[in-house]
């Protein structure tokens, strides 16, 4: 029986390396590392972790705050994420969070719970969800239309080679607390559900009841929207009919999306007024 299970285990840990699904980094030093940041922050890390067991999320997802800031709520990162968890003003803002706030270790840890539970209910699986954390729902859907599957090992050589560093490094940071089977075991999971290979698509359904409400200024292009979004002009003019001549005319226009592509929008929004502007 043993026999069997080690088989087994063989079996899937070569599959899951073979995808690059695994550790990358096992050495001593890397373990040391990581356990050093937990250890000398236990009383944080206990509270992260009742934080995230109310809300149904597993232990391990603390290891995020671990690779996002070493569990240093006073780090602040060149593109201004700030925080524990590194949240950056716009995503922080659409969660209720100040900017003052985002370096409170116990506020921000909540809303972080928040966002990771969004996120999970989104994607279905912890790997996917650090990755959209790092690089934003725009890119992953973005990497999934282009690979036409869900699955993370599908679709993760079409995201930022930084997203799929911080993937690495999660998953060292899971081997070094000894957690590491159980985000591939959620990942298994998903990948057994023939829905992961399905095209990732929003719904285009146009009823009101069914879009969210925004302003938009005529600074914003909708090419640059579209592009983002991973939609067509047509389709955001769909939703939107006659918005190209009212930010003309008054420079401003009500602006609708889908509740889904609102929170990619919303998140993204000075990325994509970035964009506009390039054009």
């Known amino acids: 029986m ?5 088989i087994f285990c063989f079996i899937s840990c070569s599959a899951f390396y073979a995808q690059g699904l695994t550790a990358s980094d096992t050495s001593e030093q890397s373990v040391r590392r990581y356990q ?35 569990l240093d709520h006073t780090q602040t990162s060149h593109a201004g994420a700030k925080g524990l968890w590194q949240f950056m003003s716009g995503h922080a803002n659409d969660y209720g969070l100040t900017d003052e706030n985002r370096s409170d270790m116990y506020k921000s840890t909540k809303i972080a719970a928040i966002s990771l539970k969004n996120l999970y ?25 282009k690979a ?22 999660y998953l060292n940071a899971s081997y070094a607390t000894g957690e590491l089977t159980q985000v591939l075991n959620d990942y298994r ?32 292009s909708i090419d640059a929207i579209a592009e983002w979004l991973d939609v067509s002009n047509e389709q955001i003019l769909a939703w939107n009919p006659k918005l190209q001549e009212k930010l003309n005319e008054k420079g401003e226009s009500d602006f ?24």
């Open 148 to 169: 036409n599957s869900r699955a993370y090992t599908d679709f993760a050589a079409y995201l930022p080679s930084e997203t799929q560093n911080h993937v690495k490094k």
């Open 256 to 279: 609708y999306l889908p509740k889904d592509l609102m929170v990619n929008f919303l998140m993204n929004k000075n990325k994509i007024l970035t964009n506009s502007l390039k054009n």
């Open 36 to 70: 050093n940041i937990i250890k000398s922050n236990k009383q944080l890390v206990d509270f992260i972790e009742y934080t995230f067991v109310k809300k149904g999320i597993p232990r391990h997802l603390k290891n995020l705050a671990v690779i996002e800031s070493g």
């Open 121 to 145: 209910k989104k994607y279905g699986n912890w790997v996917t969800v650090v990755a959209a954390y790092n690089c934003g729902e725009g890119n992953i859907q973005k990497a999934m239309n």
């Open 2 to 6: 043993k026999t069997l299970v080690l």
């Open 189 to 220: 999971t998903f990948t057994a559900n023939k829905k992961a290979f399905v095209p990732f698509k929003s719904d285009f359904s146009t009823s009101q009841e069914n879009l969210a409400e925004t302003k938009l200024n005529g600074a914003f």
